[in-house]
């Protein structure tokens, strides 16, 4: 009897916290094998700056200092992926989607648009991990180079490479920050992991770049969203 094959994934979030890698891999995939990557900010600041009825709309909430309802992003990126880029060669919509949903409420709206993910890709990675991985980051206010104390450390100690200003540790890389938005990650998008149950697939993102980078195209293949070898992927990330 032959196995039932599963559909192919068009469809793929990027899920995970913040710090966990999620960037890095969607670079990586993009540049390899031109999945179209769509990043909710992207896609706001672009409908914002284009002058969009939905673009128009998202703004007047950013100047009230309120959140972009669920129902307005799902739009934008409904809109976004009616562009060319976002077709596959048999006209389904294929994207790699990072950003968003973030929470179920988001993740209902989704769905509801016909957009809901073949495929959710979770970098799995302990607390403690991201809190040395962004603790330890350090940033050139002058040429806006970026530095890490462990892995990617200047020459000089709190110094640029580049420019010779010296680095600052951003508030927002502080452990105390770093671990209330992991508190609100593990709240509102934690839940994620069950709702997409049939779907997701677990990828360590605490091991080096390479590797996770590797089991992540290694999971696109066997969905049939890539059809490059995954060995080809692992030279792209050091």
């Known amino acids: 009897m032959s196995s039932v094959q599963p ?4 469809r793929i ?11 890095t891999v969607a670079k990586a995939l ?12 992207d896609m706001l600041r672009a409908a914002v700056a284009a002058g969009t009825p939905l673009g128009v709309q998202a703004k007047g909430f950013m100047d009230a200092g309120a959140l972009v309802p669920d129902e307005l992003m799902v739009g934008l ?12 060669s048999t006209g389904l ?27 959710v890709v979770y970098l799995e990675v302990d607390d403690s991990v991201i809190v040395d991985r962004l603790c330890g980051r350090r940033t050139c ?27 600052v540790h951003r508030s ?31 990828i360590d993102g605490a091991l080096a770049p390479a590797d996770v ?9 066997s969905r049939g969203a890539i059809a490059d070898d995954a060995t080809q992927a692992a030279s792209a990330v050091s």
């Open 30 to 41: 993009v540049d390899l094998f031109g999945l179209s990557h769509l990043s909710t900010g």
């Open 7 to 10: 559909k192919p994934a068009n």
């Open 213 to 221: 980078l590797t089991q992540v195209v290694s999971t696109l293949r």
């Open 93 to 119: 919509v294929r994207f790699l989607l990072d950003g968003f949903p973030r929470t179920l409420p988001q993740a209902d709206a989704l769905d509801q648009s016909q957009l809901g993910p073949d495929l």
């Open 13 to 23: 979030i990027l899920l995970g916290a913040p710090g966990a890698g999620k960037g």
């Open 172 to 202: 927002d890389d502080q452990e105390d920050a770093i671990r209330k938005r992991l508190e609100a990650f593990h709240r509102q998008t934690g839940p994620l992991v069950g709702r997409y149950a049939s779907c997701l697939v677990k």
């Open 141 to 167: 206010p002058g040429c806006g180079s970026p530095f890490h104390i462990h892995f990617a450390a200047p020459k000089v100690p709190g110094i640029c490479d580049r420019c010779g200003t010296a680095l």
């Open 77 to 88: 990126i409904a809109d976004r992926v009616q562009q060319p880029d976002c077709k596959g």
